[in-house]
Structure formats: C-alpha cells, structure tokens
C-alpha cells in the first residue's frame, strides 16, 4: 500500500495515491470516513 492518510478534525488528506480508481472505491470511502470519525492520522488498511 503506497497511501497514507494524514489529517486532523479540520480536514483529511490523501497521500501518495498512485490509483486514482482506489481512491474513489467504496472501500476506501469508508476507511477514509472512520479516519475522519477517529479524529487522527491513519496508515494505509491491510488487505
């Protein structure tokens, strides 16, 4: 995994996305919205 999301209750970043298809699957969506509820930095979900 190449991603990382950085961020505070402010905003949210995606970093190092190198699939443009990944960052818009639902998946994704709902482990960017868990890193949003949980306030904080998260690393990249295992698969």
Do not use: K, W, Y
């Not at 970093?15 to 306030?39: K, Q, W, Y």
């Amino acid at each position: 995994m190449d991603f990382l999301l950085g961020g505070d209750r402010a905003s949210m970043h995606v970093l190092n996305a190198v699939s443009p298809g990944f960052t818009c699957s639902m998946p994704f969506a709902e482990h960017v919205c868990d890193a949003i509820a949980r306030g904080g930095t998260q690393a990249a979900p295992s698969t």
